[in-house]
């Protein structure tokens, strides 16, 4: 149990345009999604989190209006990359919690660049 | 505020020797503690976790970590290390399960035959 899929895995996206990225609990209703973004050998960092009806709380240096998350059902969570540039070139992770006293279950990670 | 710092970015080991990745961390709060292996390409697979129970945490694949509340530390441990065990590992740390998660650097863990 507490199976969380990402999708697509990886993307190529030309300068310019939007890219969405599917953060989905399969077996479990999350409460709450958190998103990361992770640079070649580097750790995670967390962008924001987002809990199921309400707006996502970004961390400070993040641009909520680059980074679009939408967090439309207790299953699904969607992040945004809009107006994609080289340097938002990373690896995006997902993780969801059932509930407030529950262990982060993390996504297989989406790698997006960007041209 | 808390933080965790591991020490020693990459770990070199033979196959079947102690594997020893280094965590120190630093919390407000009594902490609830974690240790994630990622192999390349892939998200993050929990291997142990503390949340204040026993101090000794034992996890998957033969790992377990040990709580030291006086050395602020969460060490994890493998008494003899396979070549699957080659991968990055991290560290984490949060106020409570469920609640943010900060991450150490990463620990990037070889194992020669």
């Known amino acids: 149990g507490a199976v969380v899929s990402q999708h697509p895995s990886w993307v190529i996206c030309k300068s310019g345009t939007s890219v969405k990225i599917e953060c989905r609990s399969l077996?479990?209703?999350?409460?709450?999604m958190f998103w990361y973004r992770q640079f070649p050998k580097q750790s995670l960092m967390l962008m924001a989190t987002?809990?199921?009806?309400?707006?996502?709380?970004?961390e400070q240096g993040v641009e909520k209006d680059k980074f679009l998350i939408n967090h439309a059902s207790l299953t699904l969570s969607t992040l945004t990359v809009t107006s994609a540039h080289p340097e938002d070139s990373s690896f995006y992770i997902c993780?969801?919690?059932?509930?407030?006293?529950?262990?982060?279950?993390f996504g297989p990670g989406t790698r997006l660049t960007v041209l | 505020a808390q933080s965790v710092t591991q020490l020693g970015s990459h770990v070199s080991v033979s196959e079947g020797a102690l594997v020893l990745l280094r965590c120190n961390y630093s919390?407000?709060?009594?902490?609830?503690l974690f240790w994630y292996v990622q192999y390349p390409n892939q998200g993050l697979q929990l291997l142990l976790k503390?949340?204040?129970?026993?101090?000794l945490v034992k996890g998957i694949n033969g790992f377990e970590a040990e709580f030291k509340k006086s050395e602020t530390s969460f060490h994890l441990t493998k008494p003899s290390a396979h070549m699957s065990d080659a991968a990055e590992y991290f560290c984490?740390?949060?106020?409570?399960?469920?609640?943010?998660?900060?991450f150490g650097g990463g620990t990037r863990l070889m194992v020669k035959p």
């Open positions: 993780s969801a919690i059932r509930d407030k006293g529950d262990t982060q279950y």
């Open positions: 077996d479990f209703q999350a409460t709450t």
């Open positions: 987002s809990n199921e009806g309400s707006k996502a709380t970004y």
């Open positions: 919390s407000s709060v009594p902490p609830y």
């Open positions: 503390y949340t204040s129970a026993a101090t």
């Open positions: 984490a740390v949060s106020e409570g399960a469920g609640n943010m998660l900060t």
